[in-house]
Nanobody
């Protein structure tokens, strides 16, 4: 069983930055991603990175503002969020999958493991 623990969320003003971290227990080859869910809305894809970090992918609304990266030695994936907007407010979830470590996965159903989430609130 893999456990994912997110951190780094908080309250920030519009235009500000936050850096989310997600630490995975155990050592394996994971494709990893970040999703977010606002109240009353479905969970949506934000960004993904494959095991070797050679490929990344972003939803259009965060391109140029968010950067996903990983440190495999630390079993950690990061989401650097710059130029934050009020519409970025959501609970952010880290996800991991061992079945397709070299793939970029963008659907909720493609991931095996999920963290508990960390709240990001952007005030206007």
């Amino acid at each position: 069983q893999v456990q994912l623990v997110e951190s780094g969320g908080g309250l920030v003003q519009a235009g500000g930055s936050l850096r989310l971290s997600c630490v995975a227990s155990g050592r394996s080859s994971y494709s990893m991603g970040w999703f977010r869910q606002a109240p009353g809305k479905e969970r949506e894809f934000v960004a993904a990175i494959n095991w070797r970090a050679g490929r990344t992918y972003y939803v259009d609304s965060v391109k140029g503002r968010f950067t996903i990266s990983r440190d495999n030695a630390k079993n950690t994936v990061y989401l650097q969020m710059n130029s934050l907007k009020p519409e970025d407010t959501a609970n952010y979830y880290c996800a991991a999958d061992r079945n397709s470590p070299l793939a970029i996965l963008t659907k909720v159903s493609e991931y095996e493991y999920w963290g508990q989430g960390t709240q990001v609130t952007v005030s206007s």
